[in-house]
T-cell receptor, first 113, second 115 residues
Framework: NAGVTQTPKFRVLKTGQSMTLLCAQD?????MYWYRQDPGMGLRLIHY???????AKGEVPDGYNVSRLKKQNFLLGLESAAPSQTSVYFC????????????FGQGTRLTVV | AQSVAQPEDQVNVAEGNPLTVKCTYS??????LFWYVQYPNRGLQFLLK??????LVKGSYGFEAEFNKSQTSFHLKKPSALVSDSALYFC?????????????FGQGTTLQVKP
């Protein structure tokens, strides 16, 4: 049981380049989330999805887009990367029952130069 | 709006001593509260949660946390710290009535346990 898997684990981008981060979960979870982690700021929610085909904005959505075409996958896109998007990105998933914990991937360390 | 505060950036304790990592929260309605731990270059691992019932909840690796509704706090505790407990700890809150499951995190507290 792999849980939540993020691809890639590391990436360096030049300013203006685009990329897509992939999150895959094998727990049949309805809810999926993308967070970014920055020093001293904890985890901030970028976008989330409450089911296949749905997406919604979180606290810091600007500069990112997402898609949830399949229940098990949640993609995070950066159309034109900026140095301010240098961060560690975490994907998480959970059941719809709100008293359950969320499960996290191992993270993607992105550097934009 | 939901929010979580972890007032200490870092907590230093000696091995064998008790430890406390503080967390206060703000949420409308009933809170669901969680603690996660992050080891270097790893994802977040779930430690424990408070949903309802007994205010003292026990979790993984000997950790426990006490829910205090009047003080809106959910402090993480352990009776005897280990060097291997050194890590980054996050407190998180979710509205009990949430239909999105969103978790709001504090800024994290680094726990340093010295031999």
């Amino acid at each position: 049981n792999a849980g939540v898997t993020q691809t890639p684990k590391f990436r360096v981008l030049k300013t203006g380049q685009s990329m897509t981060l992939l999150c895959a979960q094998d727990m049949n979870h309805e809810y999926m989330y993308w967070y970014r982690q920055d020093p001293g700021m904890g985890l901030r929610l970028i976008h989330y999805s409450v089911g296949e085909g749905t997406t919604a904005k979180g606290e810091v959505p600007d500069g990112y887009n997402v898609s949830r075409l399949k229940k098990q996958n949640f993609l995070l896109g950066l159309e034109s990367a900026a140095p301010s998007q240098t961060s560690v990105y975490f994907c998480a998933s959970s059941y719809t029952v709100t008293n359950t914990e969320a499960f996290f991937g191992q993270g993607t360390r992105l550097t934009v130069v | 709006a939901q929010s979580v505060a972890q007032p200490e950036d870092q907590v230093n304790v000696a091995e064998g001593n008790p430890l406390t990592v503080k967390c206060t929260y703000s949420v409308s309605g009933n809170p669901y509260l969680f603690w996660y731990v992050q080891y270097p270059n790893r994802g977040l691992q779930f430690l424990l949660k408070y949903i309802t019932g007994d205010n003292l909840v026990k979790g993984s690796y000997g950790f426990e946390a006490e829910f205090n509704k009047s003080q809106t706090s959910f402090h993480l505790k352990k009776p005897s710290a280990l060097v291997s407990d050194s890590a980054l700890y996050f407190c998180a809150v979710r509205r009990g009535s949430s239909n999105t499951g969103k978790l709001i995190f504090g800024q994290g507290t680094t726990l340093q346990v010295k031999p």
